[in-house]
């Protein structure tokens, strides 16, 4: 107890401003401890200001974050509490269902997003000025379709710069949503993707279209998937034998569901985000 009163009575002993002058008027002691004041003001306001900026920063520097133990990860679905999914479809073949397709989504007033090849852009550009116009979103889906955890960082940075200059020299329009080829990534994919501007987008819901069981199959395998639920991006491809069959029904059978159909620009948080051990986004 001694020791605090003489910790206390050293604290009140601090004299923030001079004791009055023999002679100094009132007028004048008061425009000193004015000055004073204020001089102590900017000193605290600075060191506020200071230290506020020391939390921006570090705040700023983990709003998002792919990476979970070390092994950076795409986006394959999303936490949310309404029941919103994405529909995709990944264009690297033909274009003779691209019409139907787009009808059907039309049709349901549905927004989708399509992942395009260089090729099929360059093969197939009034199909990519259509999708734009009905309001999908345009991604990335490479240029050649190589495994791109195979290619140094230049080729990898090629393969998604040289359709990114295609798809804005043909519509304007600047992507940022990237698909890698076969779903194949490793780090160094996840990092040059964010380097040159895109989020990596994978699936948890594989349609498996792209194996030609039929339109029941595709249907089936969509509807009673185990992982299919709030925040889920589900794997098509246009030019598949029966994709735009099943995709009437499809998307007749998820709404009835209770899902809401968004495009992945719209599914997915572009910031404020970090990734769990799944490959969900979920938000800090």
């Known amino acids: 107890m001694k020791k605090y009163r003489e910790y206390i009575d050293r604290i009140r002993s601090i004299r923030l401003f001079p004791q009055r002058q023999e002679g100094q008027s009132g007028e004048e002691y008061a425009k000193q401890r004015l000055m004073i004041g204020l001089k102590y003001g900017v000193f605290v306001l600075a060191a506020f200001a200071v230290f506020r900026g020391v939390l921006v920063t570090v705040s700023s520097s983990v709003t998002v974050s792919n990476s979970v133990n070390g092994k950076e990860l795409p986006i394959y679905c999303v936490e949310c509490e309404e029941p919103k999914i994405a529909l995709t479809f990944d264009a690297a073949w033909g274009n003779e269902d691209t019409s139907q397709i787009l009808e059907i989504l039309k049709k ?134 029966y994709t735009a069959q099943a995709l009437d029904t499809l998307i007749t059978t998820l709404k009835e569901k209770g899902y809401i159909f968004v495009p992945v620009s719209e599914l997915i948080y572009k910031e404020g985000y970090h990734m769990n051990y799944e490959g969900r986004q979920v938000r800090n």
């Open 108 to 241: 349901h007033d549905v927004k989708v997003t399509f992942f395009m090849t260089g090729g099929w852009v360059e093969k197939y550009p009034d199909d990519v000025k259509a999708i734009l116009a009905a309001g999908h979103d345009l991604g990335n889906h490479s240029e050649n379709h190589k495994n791109m955890s195979q290619l140094s960082d230049e080729k990898k940075k090629e393969e998604l710069l040289k359709v990114h200059e295609k798809v804005r020299t043909l519509t304007g329009y600047e992507m940022f949503l990237f698909r890698p080829p076969y779903g194949d990534y490793d780090n160094a994919v996840i990092k040059t993707a964010k380097e040159c501007g895109y989020y990596t987008i994978q699936w948890d819901v594989d349609s498996l279209d792209w194996k030609d069981y039929g339109t029941d199959s595709i249907i089936k395998t969509v509807c009673e998937h185990k992982h299919l639920g709030n925040g889920t991006i589900i794997l098509c491809h246009n030019g598949a034998k």
